[in-house]
């Protein structure tokens, strides 16, 4: 079995083959971050143009890396939604495209089941174990019970954490995406000097909020400019720290809750905001406490990729899914159909 995948849905055009036995021949990811840097945020727009103008170089490279054609396929995988809409439709055309020529059998995924599946491409761990999601734009604890039975336990009710990361980078002048410049920042920084509120710690259950944390942190820059006449170096470390550890506290505490009220062997994240070290060694802690293993991919399968699409797109198409020319592309598209909708629809697109 050997599928190929791609994946469209925010700002990464990426196309990867994988085997049904977890090898990844191949993983191409080409990020547009370049593209959006002037504008604070990523341009659907922008996004969906560039998508439709390189996916197809993707999926050639994709190929060539694997040393296949399209002849050696055993199906496509495609992002069908949730993302920005006009880079979710650019994906599921081209996907399309191929399907209609080769006559492959085309299998629509969900973004966040791809990044829910992940440590099983990478780690071929089995079910249930609880996964979160922790990114620019998702922020949600999901129970995985099989490739197709997710349960929410919670989530963001605003910005997901990556993006608050990315707003205080902002707010304090430093290059974006913000996540690892503000963990610079932090590491020569007082956690202890700014207190900052832990949105959402005081209500029960595994729902979080982090807007508030950043406009916390916007007021007290703006005091200390108003003290000083401006930010010191120290200043902006001590803030990088304070909101690093309060986004940590946060994490920790409703994981702690997640796996309290879904006990499971396993706890795995993925998301750009993996990668940084103190929330890390915060989720370990609260995994070991809990009596369960600790799960982080290897970043790059952590991110937005093609690999992981290619391997949900296997594990559905196991469990007989196909899809025809029909299949849809889907700004929103919740993996727990039971979970209320969310609030939530920042400038990176919907939350789901
Ligand atoms: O998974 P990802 O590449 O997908 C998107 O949501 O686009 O995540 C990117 C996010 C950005 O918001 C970035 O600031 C954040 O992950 N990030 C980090 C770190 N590295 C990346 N946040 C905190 N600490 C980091 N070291
Ligand atoms: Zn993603």
Redo the contacts with the bound molecule.
């Keep these: 079995m050997i599928f190929l995948g791609i994946e469209s ?2 700002d990464d055009t990426a196309a990867a083959v994988v085997t049904g036995n977890r090898r990844i021949l191949s993983s191409v990811v080409s990020s547009q971050t370049a593209l959006h840097a002037d504008f604070g945020g990523v341009v659907p727009e922008i996004a969906a143009r560039a998508h439709a103008e390189r996916l197809d170089l993707a999926v050639e490279q994709a190929l060539a890396e694997a040393g296949l054609g399209l002849g050696a396929l055993s199906g496509i995988a495609v992002t069908a939604g949730p993302g920005l809409i006009g880079g979710v439709m650019a994906g599921v055309m081209c996907a399309k495209g191929i399907a209609a020529g080769t006559g492959l059998p085309l299998v629509g995924v969900n ?2 089941a ?2 829910a599946l992940t440590p099983r491409l990478t780690d071929g761990v089995d079910f249930p174990y609880l996964m979160l ?1 922790v ?1 620019g ?2 922020c949600q604890f999901l129970r995985v019970d099989g490739p197709d039975a997710f349960t929410r336990l919670g989530g963001t009710i605003d910005d997901a954490p990556g993006e608050a990361f990315d707003k205080l980078a902002k707010l304090l002048a430093l290059p974006q995406p913000g996540g690892p410049h503000v963990e610079a920042e932090a590491a020569q920084g007082d956690p202890k000097r700014f207190p900052l509120p832990r949105p959402l710690l005081d209500r029960p259950g595994c729902d979080m909020s982090f807007s508030g944390l950043k406009t916390a942190a916007l007021r007290q820059r703006d005091a200390l400019i108003a003290e000083h006449g401006g930010l010191q170096a120290q200043d902006r470390r001590d803030l990088c720290a304070a909101f690093q550890s309060a986004v940590a506290e946060v994490l920790a505490e409703k994981s702690r809750r997640a796996l309290a009220a879904s006990p499971v062997p396993l706890l795995a994240v993925a ?1 750009g905001v993996a990668a940084n070290g103190l929330i890390r060694a915060a989720l370990e802690q609260v995994a070991a406490e809990a009596g369960a293993r600790f799960l982080a991919p290897p970043l790059r399968l952590c ?2 990729n093609g690999a992981m699409i290619a391997w949900a797109g296997i594990e559905r198409f196991r469990l007989g899914h196909r899809d025809g020319m029909e299949l849809a592309a889907r700004p929103r598209w919740p993996l727990d159909g039971h979970a209320a909708p969310m609030l939530g629809h920042g400038k990176r697109g919907a939350k789901a």
Excluded: K
């Design positions: 849905s925010c973004h966040l791809g990044h999601l990114s734009g998702h998301g991110t937005d």
